[in-house]
């Protein structure tokens, strides 16, 4: 029974990886495949945000500070340093740096608190970056910074894009695997459940809570990057979104807060929703009112999310009502007479 899960499980990863490959081949239009390049970038980002989020318990406002600095960081890059055509990709791994160092100082000094007090300084430094950006001369102020123009066919402009973001997607999907199996996800699990009972028993919590803030500011520091180079500009407005904050923190829960699949699930749903939205209706605040909907009815009614929740009633259905272990009084009773450990009827 367990070898057949896990053949399942691993037949339905294959054919999940090879719908993602095959995507902006059978839907080669870019109106769709613009859909498929934020879908991907955004499963990064809220898979990002759940490594750290997701396992410690503590939730934070304020990942758009990295999704944004690896955006300018790339973009001042190319800028400064005169880099043109398909070089500036090598810039990637600049951007996921800079997302992870402006981590240890931001999580030395928000980490030093609790979960309700932390929320509150992750918007406080949020908004101080924002300010930064419209303000210093190297950032461009209001005018933001342009990214260099990339010579690649029109019709096909996009599927690079989406496979980057991609491959993107998947290492974070990886890495959050990974963590979760690891005596290091143990313990960002033990944080969330009692850190008080946690550092009782040997967990730095610090330490801990900050290598997974920096895990997550690394990544969406290079989804940043991405997104950037795809969009073609920066701006203070874009690049440090509250907005970002917040529909990130949806997609977690609306999937299922602290899993695996949830934010993969809450982002695939939500980014291409709120796009269509956009795209279709002359109200441009229609997407924000239906996402704060939205947000309202997973508290009130699936406030452990979907693959939490659905994982429940699969396990109801499979069982018919009746326990999936059976209680003590049902066990089947010993002949009498028979001495107990002789194993029965020899």
């Known amino acids: 029974m367990i070898g057949k899960d896990l053949l ?47 396992y410690s318990g503590y939730i934070s406002l304020g990942n758009a500070v990295f ?58 430094v949020f908004f101080i970056f924002q300010l930064m950006a419209y303000n210093f001369a190297f950032t461009g102020g209001s005018t933001g910074v ?36 690891s005596r290091f996800g143990l313990r960002l699990r033990a944080i969330r459940d009692d850190e008080d009972r946690a550092r009782g028993l040997g967990v730095k919590p610090m330490r801990v809570k900050l290598s997974a803030f920096v895990i997550s500011g690394a990544i969406t520091g290079l989804a940043g990057a991405i997104w950037f180079y795809y969009l073609t500009q920066v701006q203070p407005p874009s690049g440090f979104d509250p907005l970002f904050d917040l529909t990130v923190v949806l997609m977690a829960f609306l999937g299922g807060f602290g899993t695996i699949s949830g934010p993969v699930l809450g982002a695939l749903i939500i980014e291409p929703g709120q796009l269509w939205l956009t795209a279709h209706y002359t109200n441009g605040y229609l997407a924000q009112i239906l996402l704060g909907a939205l947000f309202l009815v997973v508290v009130l009614f699936l406030p452990r999310g ?41």
């Not at 890059?77 to 160092?101: H, N, S």
């Not at 994982?311 to 002949?335: C, D, F, N, Q, W």
């Open 67 to 124: 999704f944004g600095s690896g955006a300018y960081a790339a973009g001042i890059a190319c800028r400064d340093w005169k880099i043109q055509g398909d070089a500036i990709f090598a810039l990637l791994p600049l951007a996921a740096a800079v997302g992870g160092a402006i981590a240890v100082p931001f999580g030395l000094i928000a980490l030093r608190v609790r979960r309700h007090t932390f929320i509150v300084i992750t918007i406080a």
């Open 8 to 54: 399942a499980k691993a037949g339905g990863l294959v054919l999940l990886a090879v719908a993602a490959i095959a995507f902006p081949y059978v839907f080669p239009n870019p109106l769709v495949t613009n859909y498929g390049v934020y879908a991907m970038i955004f499963v990064a980002v809220a898979s990002a945000w759940n490594i750290f989020s997701g």
């Open 146 to 181: 342009a990214a260099p123009f990339i010579t690649w066919p029109a019709q096909t402009y996009n599927n690079p894009f989406y496979f980057m973001a991609l491959a993107t997607a998947a290492g974070t999907i990886a890495v959050s695997w990974l963590i979760r199996r």
């Open 306 to 346: 979907i693959i939490p929740t659905g994982g429940e009633l699969i396990t109801r259905l499979r069982t018919r009502g009746r326990p999936a272990v059976l209680p003590p009084a049902a066990a089947p009773r010993r002949e009498q007479g028979t001495p107990a450990g002789s194993g029965g009827a020899r």
